[in-house]
Each structure stands twice: as C-alpha cells, then as structure tokens.
C-alpha cells in the first residue's frame, strides 16, 4: 500500500495511528459545509455529513474551466438527492460550452456519536453521461467542539482516479475488478449505469475543516480525482493532489468560499440555504380573528331562522369578509349545520376555525354543535363537526391546537345537509397578473424564458359547473429563439414545444367546461371538455374514491386528447389519442406522499409513472418523478425515460398573506415525447385532499389563527 494511502486511513481511522483529540461534546451531524458539487463536502471531495433535515441548498462552483450549479434537497433525515447543471468550457469538439446534466444521491449510514463518525455511502452522477460517474464512502468526525472535522474516505470511479489500489469488493466476488464502460451513446444518456457501481480500482481520500471563527473556516483536502477526461483534453494542469479552500458564512446561512485545486486552478463557491419548515413570516401577516364573544339569546341578536338564510345577513357578511363563501345553512335544534367555501386561507384548518368563531358569535346560545361542510369547485369534500364549549373551553388555552383537534370528528359529505341560500350562483371572478414561463437546458442556451401577462376568468352558473379560461400576452423573453428541431423517431407530443412559442402572440392557454359531482360515498367525479393545455385540447373524465379519515386514494381518467395548432388559437392538427390511467395515492405521514399511475401516454406508449413528494406543514412542497415505458431507451433518445423533479411554494410561504395560490415548476433534464402525460387541470386528488383529515392534522395549528 502507498504512502498516501496509509496517510488516509490514518485520517479516517484515528485512533488506530494513537491520535488522541479531546471530545467535548457529540456533534450534530445536521450541519455540514457545501463543496463544489454542491453536496456536503470539504472542496472537490464528499463528507460524510449531511444537510439538516428538509433543508434545500442551491449551490453555484465556478473555476476557469467549468461552472456548476446545483440544487440539492435532504429528503429524509439519511437520504439526500442532487441534481446538477454543469457548463464544461473547451470539452466538446462540437461547441464552446458542453452542457452536462447529472442526478447524485446518497445515504447515511451511521450518526455521529461520542465514538463514532458520521458514514454516508453516494452514487454521484449515477444517471447521467457518466462525466462525474463516482461512487464513495466517507467518514467525518469532530473535535475541540466541534470546531474540527477530520474526513476520511474510500471513492470508485472519477473518485478512484489517482492513487488506485484493487478493489477491497474483490473479496466478495470477482465482478467488482471490471467496471462498466458507461454510455456509448447519447441515446444511452440517463440509465442507470449499475454495471459500474463501486467497481473497478478504488483510492483513498481525506482532510479536515476548522472553524477559525464563528464565521470563518479553513479547510484542506487530499484529493482522488485525476482528472482525467480535462487533462487529455489539455483544459486544465493538475500538479498536486491538495486543494484548500477558505470559507466565509454570513449569518442567513449562505456561505462564500475561495478554493485552491490541484496547484493550477482558483475558484469560487457561492450556497444559500433554503428552509421549508421556516417562513419568513411563521404565523402569517393577517388580521387576528375576532375574539369568542359571550353567548346571546335569540332575542338579543335580533335572530330567526329565515333572517339567516339570506345573502344580507350579518353570519354571511362576517364570512364574506374573512374571505369565506357561505352557500347554505340549516339549523336542527341545537345543532347548526353550513356549507362554506374557502376562498382566501392556504391552510383549510384556519377557514374552519374562522368559520367557528363566527358561527359561535352569530348564532343564538342554544346552538352547542356546529357542522361545517367545505366546498371546492362545486362538491362537498368533507364535514367537520365542532363543539361550542370546546371553543370556549381552549380559546386561550396553551395546548388547544391538539386539544381541539381531539374534540372534532370528520366525516363524508357526500350530500350536503345544508339548505342552499338562494342568490349565491352565478358566481364570476377574474384576475389579472404577470407570469413566468421558463424553458430549462437547452444545449444551445440553457435557460429561456418569457415573461407576460395573463388574464383569467370563470364563471359558475351553479354549483358544480365551471367555465374558465385563461389567456396570455408574452411582454418579452426568448422561448421563441430556439433553434433545435425535434429529432424524435416517436410522434411529436412533447418535444414540438418550442414551436409554440415561434408561431403564437397572443396564447390561449386553456378555455374549458368542468362538471364535478359526487357518485356516492368517498367517491368524486370530473368531467372536462374544451382546450385543456397548451398543447392539446379533448375531453376528460375522471373518477376519485378517496375516504375522509383515509390515506389510501384510487382513481381513473380517460381523455380524448387533440393536439392543437402552434399558435395557441383555436385550430386543431391532425393527431389525436385516447390516453388514460389508473392511479394509486397513499400518504406516508409525516408529509411524504407517494403517487402510482398506469396506464397510456401521449404517444401511444404503456407504462407507469413513480412520484414521491414531500410536503411541509406550511404548503412548500418538493418531489421527484420517474417513468417507465414500452418505448425503447434507444427510441425514447438522450435521458432514456422521463424523470425529474417539482417544486411548489405558496404565495403566504413567500409573503405571509393568507392567500392561496403560489408559483411551481418541474425540472426536467430533457424534455422528450415518451412517458408524456396530458396536463389537466384540477385532478381529483389535489381538489378534495385539503379538506381531509390527514391534510387538516397537519396544518391544524392555523385553526386558531
């Protein structure tokens, strides 16, 4: 074994070279510094720490020869998942700039204890075109309070460039001497390449951080990456395997740093956290509610049944300012039932617990039980029955979040029990507001945008029936400046997009009828016709069956689906397609929720489509995707299959105004035609789970907001 090598272990493995340090303290493995992939890291190479739980780091590295930028989410508390975006300079013989794209995930293994280091195991670049394929494993412990903290680790691949050794797997068997080749063609960019995972040679890694100050950090590295593929290509010099950085963290959580790479090379890494769990605003910037008042006799408030019922009475005026719709009442003895819409509150929980609070100051002491419908779109979707003494009970207690979460019961609302009040339909709204319209990784020019006005508008001429529309007026922007035809060999369902920005001006983005309804019990249906999206106009039906107090969701769509003329008018091309798919929902707790739909795409292609989100308390919301079909790899072409991630952030995340709405986006590494899905709008599940009771537990605290 070299020098170098035995150097290494010693790093990794202190106490076996007789290194004493005093511990003060375990140390919080949630805290970990950003290296130039923008994963957890000293420089170029990876620790064995991982990022606080929930937390996002978007992260930019620039050097001479090559930019990265990359957007990084720990998923769980062990995994986290990365996805790149790298500008090469002088790689390609074919332009100036080579454009990589590439997903990383890793795993802790083991919590840092007293004794014992934190160990993550990584796949960096297991999806890509295999320009950073590397697998590793890392250790990092911290001493003198954590002001240090020693890495050591063993790397494959790109990590396992310089200062090979044989693969210690070898022991095991001996398929892990051979590593794969990796991609032979564009058309083979995105699979994982699981013939190369931890084989062939591995080498040894380490080095240290220190903490000079609170908000200055020195940190050294012996590196395992030769660079091969720039140092043939003469891009760069590498001279030494030591890279050294100096990091300065400002006091939001971003941080600076300046490195040093292999004696030849300076540059820059620039990461700012965001935090979903952590608002800028935390309880919001609206008016308090109105204060539980004592209770009055009928005679007191002036009060009949009738009054109540009409659209001047003083319950639905109170509503109608707390931006909640009151579309029926009916009162049985002691108990009041309503039916309300909520128009204004991201979180349902506080709608219900505004609603209560108004109910209980508008309606006569004798009325002890509240019931309270929600409505969206048109149909009932859940029935929360609430106690006035309970309100009463915990209006100032410290604990009445879980407190009065117990004294509630959720139910179906199949059919409404709440008499309609007449003159609420026709209903009618619009709005007009600026967008945004992103066109990610094209090759030619990686980011594209316009940017616009859009007007939209409905109209409700009863409940359940809506038509809508939405139409869009690009300002400026370059979406219409891309100058790569489709190379698809499958027909043209997706990969056609910029085409719609070259021949539009003035865009409708969708112009539809929606019907939904309620078949029976736990079940909802949707039924839209018109111009559906951007791309396709047709028909849709669908059906949900999904239970109150229930985390399992099973539904169905089918759609007749038209494609449309590129100038987002009202002409149609001539292809066409009956698509649908049966799909499966189940909420993991703790804001995970997976998503399994079957079926038949756009192309005409069969397969499935994989989703796991993660959604906080507050809304933010973060998953990924993947889909498998019968389209060959080949015939797909660059990725392979259809994969990415989304993101979504409420407008009160951002603002802390207690309005719905907000911005989302899915990336996409390459936009391709298999595995693509008709883009319909209010699907069944998004529709009714806010009013359910797992949604309502998780963001119950606004109940009393």
């Given at each position: ?37 923008g ?28 930019t ?29 700039v ?24 990584g ?21 003198a ?16 460039t ?53 908000r ?61 769990q ?26 009949d ?17 707390q ?12 108990t009041?039932t ?21 109910l ?10 509240f ?58 709204n ?25 007007f939209?508008a ?51 983005k ?8 309620r ?17 396709y106009?047709g ?21 007749y ?59 933010f ?12 790899f ?33 990336i ?23 009013s ?14």
């Amino acid at each position: 074994m070299s020098k170098s090598a035995r150097i290494a272990i010693c790093v990794l493995f202190t106490t076996t070279c007789g290194v004493n340090f005093a511990i003060a303290q375990d140390w919080n493995t949630g805290s970990a510094t950003v290296g130039t992939y923008g994963t957890p890291g000293l420089i170029d190479m990876p620790t064995g720490t991982v990022f606080p739980d929930g937390e996002i780091q978007v992260a930019i590295s620039s050097a001479l020869r090559a930019t990265k930028y990359s957007l990084s989410f720990q998923i769980t508390p062990r995994i986290l998942g990365t996805f790149r975006y790298s500008g090469l300079r002088d790689f390609s013989d074919f332009r100036d700039v080579y454009y990589d794209r590439s997903f990383d995930v890793s795993y802790l293994l083991a919590t840092e204890t007293h004794l014992r280091p934190s160990i993550v195991v990584g796949l960096r670049d297991f999806g890509g075109t295999g320009i950073y394929a590397s697998e590793y494993v890392a250790a990092t412990k911290h001493f003198a309070d954590g002001r240090l903290a020693i890495t050591g680790g063993m790397g494959w691949g790109r990590l396992a460039t310089y200062g090979g050794f044989d693969n210690p797997f070898s022991a095991i068997s001996d398929s892990f001497n051979t590593r794969g080749s990796g991609p032979s063609s564009i058309n083979e960019v995105g699979q994982p390449e699981t013939d190369q995972w931890f084989r062939g040679d591995a080498a040894l890694f380490g080095g240290f951080s220190y903490e000079i100050s609170p908000r200055l950090t020195f940190a050294a590295e012996y590196s395992s990456d030769g660079y091969l593929g720039e140092v043939k290509r003469q891009v760069l010099e590498r001279k030494t395997p030591l890279n050294a950085a100096l990091s300065y963290n400002f006091k939001n959580g971003a941080a600076l740093s300046v490195y040093a790479l292999h004696g030849s090379e300076l540059g820059i890494t620039a990461s700012i956290p965001i935090t979903p769990q952590k608002p800028k605003f935390p309880s919001g910037i609206e008016e308090a509610p109105a204060a539980l008042q004592p209770r009055q006799s009928q005679a007191a408030l002036s009060w009949d049944e009738g009054s109540v019922r009409q659209k001047d009475s003083a319950l639905f005026v109170a509503l109608k300012d707390q931006g909640i719709a009151l579309e029926g009442i009916t009162i049985e003895g002691s108990t009041a039932t309503v039916r309300i819409g909520n128009e204004r509150f991201p979180a349902h929980a506080q709608a219900l617990g505004r609603t209560a609070r108004i109910l209980a100051n508008n309606l006569p002491g004798n009325i002890t039980t509240f019931k309270v419908e929600s409505i969206t779109n048109g149909i009932t979707t859940s029935r929360t029955t609430l106690g006035r003494e309970g309100l009463e009970a915990f209006e100032y207690d410290l604990e009445n979040s879980w407190k009065s979460f117990a004294g509630a019961s959720f139910e179906d609302a199949a059919r409404s029990e709440a008499e309609a009040i007449a003159g609420v339909y026709p209903k009618f709204n619009w709005r007009l507001t600026p967008y945004l319209e992103p066109a990610l990784f094209d090759p030619d020019n990686p980011v594209r945008a316009d940017v616009g006005l859009q007007f939209a508008a409905s109209f409700e001429p009863y409940r359940g029936l809506i038509f809508s529309g939405a139409v869009r007026q690009p300002v400026t922007g370059n979406l219409d400046t891309s100058t790569r035809p489709s190379n698809s060999v499958l027909p043209h369902v997706r990969t056609d997009a910029p085409e719609y920005a070259k021949q539009s001006d003035l865009q409708i983005k969708n112009l539809t009828a929606e019907y939904f309804f309620r078949p029976g019990q736990n079940l909802y249906g949707r039924v839209t016709a018109g111009y559906l999206e951007t791309m396709y106009g047709g028909v849709s039906g669908e059906v949900l069956w999904k239970p109150v107090n229930g985390n399992w969701a099973f539904g169905a769509e089918l759609n007749y689906a038209v494609q449309r003329d590129f100038d987002q008018l009202f002409g149609f091309q001539d292809y066409d397609i009956v698509t649908g798919h049966a799909s499966a929902y189940y909420d993991f707790g703790g804001g995970y929720l997976g998503q399994l739909d079957v079926g038949r795409y756009l192309a005409g292609d069969y397969g499935a489509t994989v989703s796991l989100d993660r959604e906080f308390d507050n809304g933010f919301r973060v998953g990924a995707f993947f889909t498998l079909t019968d389209v060959p790899f080949d015939d797909f072409g660059e990725g392979s299959f259809d994969k990415g991630i989304r993101f979504s952030i409420p407008v009160d995340w951002l603002t802390g105004s207690a309005n719905q709405g907000g911005y989302g986006t899915t990336i996409r590494p390459v936009l391709r035609d298999g595995g693509a899905r008709l883009d319909v709008r209010n699907r069944l599940y998004g529709v009714v789970r806010g009013s359910h009771t797992t949604e309502l537990e998780d963001r119950w605290g606004k109940f009393w907001r």
